[in-house]
């Protein structure tokens, strides 16, 4: 019995339940079939990295000349940025949803061979944003550097755990 | 018959002759050690050089990358141990920390220089084009000089070298002769019609080597010049190294240079994979080094992606 044959059943909480059961099996019955399975999980964590480029977009205009600098913008945006390293992803990540199996995504399955370093090298993000939070009201010489430390931690991660364009 | 025999006997061995010829490892001239001798080195510049070079993104050893946080020694332990895959097998890069026994300690800077710009060891023999030296024979002897000092400022390894899985025929080191013979030059690639630009080349056609993954290779694993850093299948296996030629790569030379200091592309992505330790390498150099690149790269020719 195809999954699509069960999402027909009109009552939604019995579809609900119906498409559980059908993760379920296909989890077990089909990997391949998991391909489309991580959509949400995917857009999630895809989601998370545009805010917090649209805000290292702000910041980075100021410390390239693009932008003048204001105290007051660069606090909202190292603000926004270190919130989302405050955010716990568990639930982003499934085993499973690197490129190898998903589409849409370049994560790399390594990720799933030592977590404990992925969650880490997370972490350096969170630390980065926390310093930079201090640093990016108070003028652009310390904008700067904050910035470029937010910058490592994210080629620190990409590294080991994304593919490359 | 007999005559035939004879005919096609004397031809192969002719044959045999010159590729034997073709294929003997060069050899430094005595004026080349004479320049390279002259230079007084100087370490400082001599990181720069290595920085430039890349040299670390493939001698750290993969679990003792430095770690500025920890606080404690930051230089890199080159050790080696790095696997490169590739058509022909799998490469795995050596020990050239200042380790007497397991690293180069005890080479001298004319042995140095013939690994460099000949791809030659030191008991004569051919390395693998793995090692970039179609790229670093373009080195200056003052740059091979000062790298050769830096290099001696780092720490030590004691990690014994991991043998290549290559198979046969590549496995025979003597044909590499022929494969330099083909591939190997002493031409630049690119035009340089400004200080800027041949700077930028220097950087880029000498010391990066970014045409060894930007550039696809022919079926003896030969750059394909004339699709010159056009894009190619990455070396791992899973997706493309992308095409940074004018037709594909559309930032302006400010984004460029700003995306090899901090990894951030113009939309705010961070970049990923190999591309991230060539950003940390980059990132150590002088402004004026990622702007000499980012001029190069916009004046590049323009290479028509292979699947629109």
Redesign the interface.
Known sequence: MSAHAKKTVSRPHRAATACLAAALVASVAAPAALAQDFGNQIKARQGL?RV???N??VL?AMV?GNAPYDAETARVAAANLAATGTIDQRFFWPEGSA??DAENT?A?PEIWEDYADFVAEKE?FTAATVALQAAADSGLDALGPA??GV??S???C??K????? | MRRFFLVMVLLLSAGGGVAWWLSTPGTLSAAEIATLEAHRPDPADGARVFHAAGCASCHTAPEATADASSGGDTRPILAGGRRLDSDFGTFVSPNISPDPTHGLGAWSLAEFAAAMRLGVDPDGQHYYPSFPYTAYSHMTAADISDLWAFLQTLPPSDRGNTPNEIAFPFSIRRGIGLWKWRYKTDDWVAAAPSETLDRGRYLVEALGHCAECHTPRDQFGGLVKARWMGGAPNPSGRGRIPNITPSALTWSADDIAYYLETGFTPDYDSAGGTMASVVRNLAQLPASDRDAIAAYIKGLAPVADLDG
């Open positions: 990295m917090q480029a649209a290292l977009g980075a390239r490129l190898t370049r790399l350096k910035l470029r910058g490592q994210c080629g620190s990409h590294e755990y994304q593919q490359s364009r």
